[in-house]
């Protein structure tokens, strides 16, 4: 006598719909912001008044818009970073090191060179930081092809070696005498970027950004090494039987990943900041993670969540003001968006099949 037993498999859609994905995304939104919504409830906050301190605070004004988009600016760059890596299945989870490293390397170029003319110092700067990111990501891909030491062990722990070291020089060599505070003084203004938009400081470090998307777009999706680069992501095994060298690989890709999240450091420094802080990243190397996987990691989406999660942090500090609740709500919900937005991806990939097995 057999007896029939239901299984479920979890198959990968044949077809996917870009219709369903973009209503799925947009519904996990929707439902990430109703759980959002509790959060501020439990605050004693209106929620209409805070989703509506925080829209208008985003995006609710030209001042409101251009800033956004200088807070999206380092993250475009960090979410880049990630992209590139993650694309290629490598956990680099040194993008704030990096940020920072960048930065660093910035206010270097520039305390060599401080008398040099506007363009060829910005010049200058960005090739200093392209230098450090990729020398910093390098050391990750050399421990891991010497010593098959483990990408995301040796990324998160180079990320506290970077902020020590920042920390060293804020309170020693770069240190502004004038405050009490840990920074440096301001840098010279031949070492701006120049301000698109001067009343509201709306810098061209911003443009860089959409720049530098379309070159990883076009890095990633159109060019042999962008090819490589997937094939490794998708099939490891498959891409070296095909004569792609994994230890190569691995190695150009952190170096372009760490040189474009370092990028990120350099132009807050020289687009906004005008000086080397602590806290010249609040944890942009960690956001961009979120921004690059938001985005399904493509390089041109990191755009458009890049500047959703700017407003977020941007209309966080409105919400603060108009209705008592903490900026902390602001990484919350991000969090719970990325969260929805997962679930929903995978939803919309892959099915439950139901399959009889006769015994």
């Known amino acids: 006598m057999k007896i029939a037993v239901l299984k479920y498999h979890i198959e990968r859609r ?5 219709l369903a994905t973009i209503l799925s995304i947009i519904l996990a939104i929707l439902a990430a912001l109703l759980i959002s919504a509790l959060l501020i409830r439990m605050d004693g906050a209106n929620v209409l008044d805070a989703y509506r301190s925080l829209f208008i605070g985003g995006f609710g004004s030209w001042r409101a818009i251009f800033e956004t988009l200088n807070k999206a600016t380092p993250l475009i760059f960090t979410g880049l970073a990630t992209v590139v890596a993650f694309r290629a299945q490598i956990w680099n989870i040194g993008g704030e090191g990096q940020f920072l490293a960048g930065a660093m390397a910035a206010y270097l170029a520039i305390t060599l ?3 040099s003319p506007n363009s060829i110092l910005i010049i200058v700067i960005l090739v200093f930081a392209l230098l450090a990111g990729g020398a910093i990501a390098g050391i990750s891909s050399f421990i891991k092809n010497r010593f098959n030491v483990d990408v995301i062990v040796s990324t998160v722990m180079i990320n506290y070696i970077i902020k020590f070291a920042l920390s060293l020089m804020l309170y020693t060599s ?3 005498s004038s405050t009490f505070y840990p920074q440096s003084p301001f840098i010279p203004e031949n070492s701006y970027l120049p301000m698109l938009v001067e009343k509201y400081r709306f810098h061209a470090g911003f443009i860089l950004a959409v720049l530098f998307a379309i070159i990883t777009f076009l890095l990633v999706e159109k060019t042999p090494a962008g090819y490589e680069l997937r094939a490794l992501g998708f099939n490891p095994i498959a891409a070296k039987s095909r004569g792609i060298n994994p230890k190569r690989t691995l190695m150009w890709i952190l170096l372009v990943s760490g040189s474009l999240a370092a990028l990120g450091g350099a132009v807050e420094l020289i687009g906004l900041t005008h000086r080397l802080r602590l806290d010249i ?12 996987m938001l ?3 493509n390089p041109l989406g990191v755009l458009v969540t890049g500047i959703l999660f700017g407003g977020l942090t941007n209309g966080s500090f409105a919400m ?3 209705t008592g609740v903490p900026t902390s709500i602001a990484f919350a919900i991000q969090a719970i968006i990325l969260l929805f937005v997962l679930t929903a991806s ?4 892959y099915t439950i099949r139901k399959v009889e097995d006769a015994h």
Request: no cysteine.
């Open 281 to 292: 990243s609040i944890n942009y190397g960690f956001t961009g993670i979120i921004v690059a």
């Open 346 to 349: 995978i939803l919309t990939r």
């Open 295 to 297: 985005a399904d990691l």
């Open 113 to 115: 060179f401080p008398k």
């Open 14 to 18: 044949e077809h996917e719909s870009t």
């Open 320 to 322: 603060q003001v108009k």
């Open 174 to 176: 770069w240190r502004d």
